[in-house]
């Protein structure tokens, strides 16, 4: 098919699903689409000073001689990084480039990482490549092995859309032998090994960790993304997931069922308080997470022993698989709730007409990995934008107006 973009009845009839909790929300979106395509064609000249400011952040340097101390500053139950975040620039060269002490195998999960520890005392997490910009990944949202790259974007998609939950991250070259292989822990090093080409390759320890699935360095380096640990005053808790999957084709979640699913959702603590705030970030991270394309979502993240806790947006790289495919499903809190925040909704419709795109390209243009997505995937954020205006729109009709809608 030339595209792939699909309406998702028609992608998951081909998986043999029929799922009834979503279809006629997806329909009325679609009505919408065309009148959210020509309402917002143009896009917003305060897009330029917003990426200004953003910019600012990224390329300031000589701001703060301890970046580490910054970042872990910064951080709140309800905010990673402020709105004007001066020393960014510093974090982040720091992350690209200060000499890594000591590596570990990654916390537990599917995907491979490694737990790394720079200089100066700071964790982070690295992810290696596993694809190519251009590489396509098919099949369900959640296919594939982690892109790195997706986790670079995110973050910066986060500070684009006020939502400043994703973890700082930056993309970073190293050299598997020298950086991590040399100061790694007994553990690691076991899974490292040489081709007979001289590649230098590791498999790491995780549920999907194995040789014949090894990373290996090309030319002597290897690139990944780095993401800096969230520090001790922020200790984490993962909590199930209302809409999350059933990872199976034969058996379809309460939510893919039901049209008044989230009625039943409402019904039980966090979410029955009034104008929960809880709720409502779990419509930002539908989001951000359709933008992305992140169907991977199965629980999410708060810090512990703070109710107030936004929803931390951290394991971002199953995204950005396949820029010509919209699966619609991850948009469920918002079809079935329509409710969303105010604020979220103005900073959409000002990076309509294309805006997007362009302010993410010049954003990822500060990264060391650049280009951090190809044009495609840039395009297919402006397109996504229009969906999500589109549900929002169709959500407007169905309530009665914008006021039951937005808050």
């Not at 690139?223 to 209302?242: A, C, D, K, Q, Y």
Request: charged fraction near 20%; charge should be positive; aromatic fraction near 8%.
């Amino acid at each position: 098919m030339a595209n792939k973009t699909v309406h998702l009845c028609e992608y998951h009839r081909w998986n043999q699903r029929n799922r009834t909790g979503l279809s006629g929300a997806v329909q009325s979106l679609y009505s919408h689409l065309a009148g959210v395509k020509a309402q917002f064609r143009t896009s917003s000249p305060h897009v330029t000073r917003l990426v200004h400011t953003l910019k600012q952040d990224l390329t300031s340097r000589g701001v703060t001689r301890d970046p580490w101390n910054l970042a872990k500053k910064w951080a709140t139950p309800r905010s990673l990084v402020p709105d004007v975040a001066r020393g960014l620039g510093d974090v982040l060269e720091a992350l690209a480039s200060a000499p890594i002490t000591s590596t570990h195998i990654g916390y537990k999960g599917t995907q491979l990482k490694l737990s790394v520890m720079l200089k100066g005392g700071q964790r982070a997490v690295f992810r290696p490549k596993r694809y190519s910009r251009a590489e396509l990944i098919e099949g369900e949202v959640y296919a594939g092995a982690d892109r790195h790259n997706g986790e670079v974007a995110a973050f910066h998609l986060s500070r684009l859309l006020a939502l400043p939950m994703v973890p700082i991250a930056v993309g970073r070259r190293v050299s598997p032998r020298k950086h991590l292989l040399s100061v790694a822990s007994k553990e690691l090093a076991a899974t490292f090994f040489k081709r007979r080409g001289g590649e230098v390759c590791f498999y790491g320890v995780c549920y999907y960790c194995h040789k014949n699935s090894s990373v290996c360095d090309s030319g002597g380096t290897l690139e990944g993304s780095v993401t800096l640990w969230l520090p001790p005053h922020l200790p984490l808790m993962h909590l199930p997931h209302p809409w999350a999957r059933t990872y199976t084709r034969t058996k379809l979640a309460p939510w893919e069922e039901q049209p008044n699913y989230c009625g039943e959702v409402r019904r039980h603590v966090p979410y029955s308080i009034n104008n929960s705030p809880r709720l409502l970030d779990l419509m930002d991270a539908a989001v951000f997470d359709f933008l992305i394309q992140n169907g991977d979502r199965h629980h999410y993240t708060v810090v512990a022993g703070r109710p107030e806790s936004a929803i931390v947006l951290l394991d971002n790289g199953k995204s950005f698989g396949d820029a010509e495919t919209d699966h619609l499903d991850i948009l469920a809190p918002i079809l079935q709730c329509c409710w969303l925040r105010q604020t979220t909704y103005e900073r959409l419709v000002l990076l309509t007409g294309g805006g997007l795109s362009r302010a993410m390209q010049q954003l990822l243009n500060s990264d060391p990995l650049t280009p951090v997505l190809n044009h495609p995937h840039l395009l297919a954020l402006d397109r996504r934008l229009q969906h999500i205006l589109a549900a929002l729109a169709s959500c407007r009709d169905q309530m009665g107006g914008w006021h039951h809608v937005l808050y």
